[in-house]
């Protein structure tokens, strides 16, 4: 008779144990899917998206740059506090690549679009 009761037990806690193993990994493959799913959305909006330069001028200060673009893609361009600016330029002795934070309306700091 105990053995049966300990048999009850231990088929009773592999039984759990293998359900809390499934769980595990079914919500795990959900989040993969989900993230998937987000990424995939996002690269086709960018593939939407055609970024032309329109004009590209340096200020008389010469520490700021101003870029005009033109969006010839079908995604319309909002959201501007999401986007990344990354210049790359030529600064005689080397490339420089930079990113550039959104500082909204404000007044702008160095550094700042």
Request: hydrophobic share 45%; net charge negative; glycine share 2%.
């Amino acid at each position: 008779m105990e053995t049966t009761i300990a048999a009850v037990i231990i088929v009773a806690l592999i039984l759990f144990s293998t359900l809390t193993l499934a769980h595990g990994y079914l919500s795990a493959q959900d989040q993969i899917l989900q993230s998937w799913r987000a990424t995939e959305q996002r690269v086709q909006e960018q593939a939407r998206t055609d970024l032309q330069l329109v004009e590209a001028a340096v200020l008389p200060s010469r520490d700021e740059v101003e870029l005009t673009v033109r969006n010839d893609g079908s995604t319309r361009l909002t959201d501007p506090e999401a986007w990344d600016v990354v210049l790359e330029y030529d600064a005689l002795t080397a490339w420089v690549t930079r990113w550039y934070p959104y500082a909204g309306p404000a007044i702008q700091a160095q550094n700042q679009w």
